[in-house]
């Protein structure tokens, strides 16, 4: 009576659902497919290799040594100044029309004029340190490579994927698939569905069970055989 109760019971049914899905062969390609996964075969990994690639650029390497430079920072200002400004009118000034004319009509009282006094001013601006450092970093490799990357197509490119590979999804994806293939299938929904299959399968009651289903064929057949030979 026991045995015919539990050879109904959802828990013997569920058993053998069970059994079904671990025995299946679409559950072998599964697990197949968990043991076979590398980061290399991941869209993490190539951007994460495109990423350090453009890293390793020279171009690129320049661009993030000058954008946080106190020399990129004093040129900014200098730049933006009405001292530049002053410097430019000047500059402007020495090479025109109006100054050479001044110089010409003048002749040896020139170093009397106020055009003199500014041509003064412009050669002590021009030769002072401060303005000689702000021309030299303005014709500077480093500084045109900065102009050129700066809002550039390739920069926020990088930096839109070093923020991808900061991020704790990229992290977590990675760390996962460095995993050996052993621990990775011992964390899948599948390890957890055949251990659950093999616990229940060893326990006592689903042995019983099938160590007594089974001498009851056993002794069926065995009566068969004898029915016939009579």
Do not use: C
Not at 73 to 102: C, G, I, M, P
Not at 165 to 187: G, I, N, R, S
Request: hydrophobic fraction near 30%; charged fraction near 40%.
């Amino acid at each position: 009576e026991e045995l015919k109760t539990f050879s109904q019971s959802k828990e013997l049914n569920d058993y053998l659902e069970l059994e079904k899905t671990v025995l299946s062969s679409d559950f072998a390609r599964k697990k197949k497919s968990i043991l076979a996964q590398r980061f290399s075969d991941t869209p993490e990994y190539r951007k994460e290799k495109e990423y350090l690639s453009l890293r390793k650029q020279k171009d690129i390497q320049r661009y993030y040594k000058i954008k946080d430079s106190v020399e990129l920072r004093d040129f900014v200002e200098l730049e933006n100044s009405q001292d530049v400004k002053h410097f430019h009118t000047l500059e402007k000034f020495v090479h025109s029309d109006e100054f050479l004319r001044a110089q010409k009509e003048h002749g040896k009282k020139f170093r009397d004029t106020p055009e003199y006094e500014k041509l003064q001013e412009f050669n002590s601006l021009k030769d002072s340190k401060r303005f000689k450092d702000y021309f030299a970093f303005k014709k500077s490799k480093d500084y045109i490579n900065f102009t050129l990357l700066i809002g550039s197509e390739k920069i926020s490119g990088y930096e839109e994927l070093e923020k991808f590979v900061k991020t704790d999804a990229f992290q977590k994806v990675k760390e996962y698939m460095l995993l050996p293939a052993k621990k990775k299938l011992e964390m899948s929904e599948e390890y957890r569905m055949e251990q659950q299959y093999l616990e229940m399968k060893k326990s006592d009651k689903f042995k019983l069970y099938f160590s007594t289903m089974n001498s009851k064929k056993f002794e069926e057949i065995k009566r068969w055989d004898l029915n016939f030979s009579d």
